[in-house]
């Protein structure tokens, strides 16, 4: 669906590259993450599949396009959801989605279906002036997904949400790439890509020095054991650690799970945000 | 064709804007201010003020628009869809037209009835606000402000009004010297519809204004993908 090798970008005028020759492959249906810092290369990379930078070097190929002579028959087959969530303010939002959706050419979806999916269609002839950056939000994943797009590249789309509409978001994400849409998510929220992403990407200084599936990184580069929390006889809280390898003959363990006085269990995986710090030596924000 | 609809949508952005509220007024005081005149000026005040004002908003209106809809953030989201860049200019310069026509004829009929000239005084309108709009568009997408796109403005539409100085009886009216300038082309149609031209003025007229609102689009598209095109995705809160 997406093969990119060896992908290098120089803006005008710079004197370094901001993309250093970065390879990936993105599979039908994934749910693809770009993590990392600011300046990292992400808005570059995801700019560039998106056709809206064409002077780079190596081979970006999309839907089997080269993007560099991809023209405007490219965007019949995407949707794009830019962080910040801009329209004609002085539009409803059915009015918004009805312009955008006379731009295509192809099957479009019905907009007053994607505002329901949303939770906006109360609001559906209210001026978008009026909208919070949530209601906004919201309106720019439908505009994205106004033309059923083969591949969705979506910028920071929990931005500014609540969490009931994040997972309303997180949702609808989760139902297109089982329905078949590529997903290609930037973002630095770690908490939406663990919870997204089939695979991430970090990307940091414009190469990628690591891509695996968040719950491999996690699991993987995480340490094997579990903490127990337990109230001791005074009534206050204690923790212990235990080996996972062999905890099921683990006397310690047995007794505590026994005594009835246990909190809580948890493994001790590897957060993404621990997991990017430690392979690139850099935070995220 | 996709995006032939928006065209409407530019017309209904520019109701939502006021710009027809606005141009409504304007066409109102023009009209009381033709009716109190003598009958003797109301002919050569009624060109003037159809080549000054209708004729040209559109080098203002559009300047406002791409201001708004750059500070808006629209491109970005506008650009990563088919719509081209081409529709975009034919559309916004058509439906700015179409306010200068009816701003135009309104005024004319207001104050002289349906007259024949009334077509010729629409097409002089129509040819001269293609061009001020693309002119416009193209100034537009260079400025950062308002007031860089007044600043900008007058340079590049100052040398246009060197025909007004012919009209006004400053200089000769020598068709070899000013003919080859639009706004020659826009005051000989105007003209027209008040008194009888040859034929061979009126075909020059419009060559002239053809060839450079053909100029002026080829202008605008490279300076809007200058400007504008190249920063789709840098993204505006």
């Given at each position: 669906m997406i093969e990119v090798n060896g992908l290098a970008y120089q803006y005008p005028g710079s004197s370094s590259q901001v993309l250093k020759g970065i390879d990936f492959h993105i599979a039908k249906g994934e749910i693809f993450g770009f993590l990392g810092?600011?300046?990292?290369g992400k808005s570059t990379t995801q700019n560039i599949l998106i056709g809206a930078l064409k002077g780079y070097t190596g081979s970006v190929r999309v839907l089997g396009l080269e993007i560099r002579g991809a023209g405007s028959r490219y965007y019949e087959r995407i949707g794009v959801a830019f962080e910040f969530p801009n329209?004609?303010?002085?539009?409803t939002a059915i009015e918004n989605l009805q312009l955008f959706r006379s731009l295509y050419s192809g099957t479009t979806e019905e907009p007053m279906k994607l505002l329901e999916a949303v939770g906006l269609s109360g609001h559906a002839k209210e001026k978008v002036a009026g909208f919070s950056k949530g209601m906004r939000m919201r309106l720019n994943l439908c505009r994205a997904l106004l033309n059923r797009p083969e591949v969705l590249f979506l910028d920071e789309p929990t931005s500014g949400l609540d969490p009931v509409n994040a997972k309303m978001l997180k949702d609808i994400i989760r139902e297109r790439s089982r329905e078949g849409t590529t997903i290609v998510l930037t973002t630095h929220n770690m908490s939406a890509a663990e919870q997204l992403c089939n695979r991430v990407a970090f990307l940091v200084d414009g190469t990628i020095p690591l891509i695996d599936s968040p719950r491999a990184l996690m699991v993987g580069l995480g340490s094997r054991k579990v903490v127990v929390e337990y109230r001791n006889q005074n009534g206050s809280m204690e923790s212990a650690g235990f080996e996972l390898d062999g905890i099921g003959s683990d006397p310690a363990f047995q007794k505590l799970l026994s005594s009835?006085?246990?909190e809580t269990i948890h493994t001790r995986e590897a957060t993404l945000e621990q997991i990017f710090i430690e392979v690139t030596g850099r935070g995220l924000s | 064709m996709p995006g032939a609809p928006i065209f409407f949508y530019d017309i209904k952005l520019q109701v939502r804007h006021g710009f027809y509220t606005a141009y409504g007024l304007v066409c109102g005081i023009y009209i009381l201010l033709l009716y109190v005149m003598p009958a003797s000026m109301r002919e050569t005040v009624n060109v003037l003020l159809t080549f000054s004002d209708p004729s040209a908003l559109g080098f203002f209106f559009i300047g406002g628009l791409v201001l708004l809809e750059r500070g808006q953030g629209i491109y970005d989201s506008l650009f990563?869809?088919?719509?081209?860049l081409e529709q975009y200019l034919i559309s916004k310069t058509l439906s700015l037209t179409l306010l200068s026509v009816l701003s135009a004829v309104l005024i004319h009929v207001s104050v002289f009835?349906?007259?024949?000239g009334a077509g010729v005084l629409a097409a002089g309108t129509a040819f001269t606000s293609v061009f001020f709009t693309l002119l416009g568009l193209g100034v537009a997408v260079k400025s950062r402000s308002v007031n860089g796109f007044f600043f900008l403005s007058s340079f590049y539409s100052l040398p246009f009004m060197l025909p007004l100085l012919s009209y006004g009886g400053?200089?000769?009216?020598?068709r070899w010297l000013l003919g080859w300038l639009p706004t020659w082309g826009s005051l000989v149609l105007l003209k027209s519809a008040f008194e009888p031209t040859a034929a061979g003025m009126l075909i020059q007229a419009c060559l002239v204004l053809a060839f450079w609102s053909v100029l002026a689009f080829w202008w605008a598209r490279r300076q809007f993908a200058r400007y504008v095109l190249a920063a789709v995705g840098e993204g505006i809160q």
């Amino acid at each position: 669906m997406i093969e990119v090798n060896g992908l290098a970008y120089q803006y005008p005028g710079s004197s370094s590259q901001v993309l250093k020759g970065i390879d990936f492959h993105i599979a039908k249906g994934e749910i693809f993450g770009f993590l990392g810092p600011s300046g990292a290369g992400k808005s570059t990379t995801q700019n560039i599949l998106i056709g809206a930078l064409k002077g780079y070097t190596g081979s970006v190929r999309v839907l089997g396009l080269e993007i560099r002579g991809a023209g405007s028959r490219y965007y019949e087959r995407i949707g794009v959801a830019f962080e910040f969530p801009n329209f004609y303010s002085r539009l409803t939002a059915i009015e918004n989605l009805q312009l955008f959706r006379s731009l295509y050419s192809g099957t479009t979806e019905e907009p007053m279906k994607l505002l329901e999916a949303v939770g906006l269609s109360g609001h559906a002839k209210e001026k978008v002036a009026g909208f919070s950056k949530g209601m906004r939000m919201r309106l720019n994943l439908c505009r994205a997904l106004l033309n059923r797009p083969e591949v969705l590249f979506l910028d920071e789309p929990t931005s500014g949400l609540d969490p009931v509409n994040a997972k309303m978001l997180k949702d609808i994400i989760r139902e297109r790439s089982r329905e078949g849409t590529t997903i290609v998510l930037t973002t630095h929220n770690m908490s939406a890509a663990e919870q997204l992403c089939n695979r991430v990407a970090f990307l940091v200084d414009g190469t990628i020095p690591l891509i695996d599936s968040p719950r491999a990184l996690m699991v993987g580069l995480g340490s094997r054991k579990v903490v127990v929390e337990y109230r001791n006889q005074n009534g206050s809280m204690e923790s212990a650690g235990f080996e996972l390898d062999g905890i099921g003959s683990d006397p310690a363990f047995q007794k505590l799970l026994s005594s009835g006085t246990v909190e809580t269990i948890h493994t001790r995986e590897a957060t993404l945000e621990q997991i990017f710090i430690e392979v690139t030596g850099r935070g995220l924000s | 064709m996709p995006g032939a609809p928006i065209f409407f949508y530019d017309i209904k952005l520019q109701v939502r804007h006021g710009f027809y509220t606005a141009y409504g007024l304007v066409c109102g005081i023009y009209i009381l201010l033709l009716y109190v005149m003598p009958a003797s000026m109301r002919e050569t005040v009624n060109v003037l003020l159809t080549f000054s004002d209708p004729s040209a908003l559109g080098f203002f209106f559009i300047g406002g628009l791409v201001l708004l809809e750059r500070g808006q953030g629209i491109y970005d989201s506008l650009f990563v869809t088919p719509y081209r860049l081409e529709q975009y200019l034919i559309s916004k310069t058509l439906s700015l037209t179409l306010l200068s026509v009816l701003s135009a004829v309104l005024i004319h009929v207001s104050v002289f009835g349906f007259t024949a000239g009334a077509g010729v005084l629409a097409a002089g309108t129509a040819f001269t606000s293609v061009f001020f709009t693309l002119l416009g568009l193209g100034v537009a997408v260079k400025s950062r402000s308002v007031n860089g796109f007044f600043f900008l403005s007058s340079f590049y539409s100052l040398p246009f009004m060197l025909p007004l100085l012919s009209y006004g009886g400053f200089i000769g009216a020598e068709r070899w010297l000013l003919g080859w300038l639009p706004t020659w082309g826009s005051l000989v149609l105007l003209k027209s519809a008040f008194e009888p031209t040859a034929a061979g003025m009126l075909i020059q007229a419009c060559l002239v204004l053809a060839f450079w609102s053909v100029l002026a689009f080829w202008w605008a598209r490279r300076q809007f993908a200058r400007y504008v095109l190249a920063a789709v995705g840098e993204g505006i809160q």
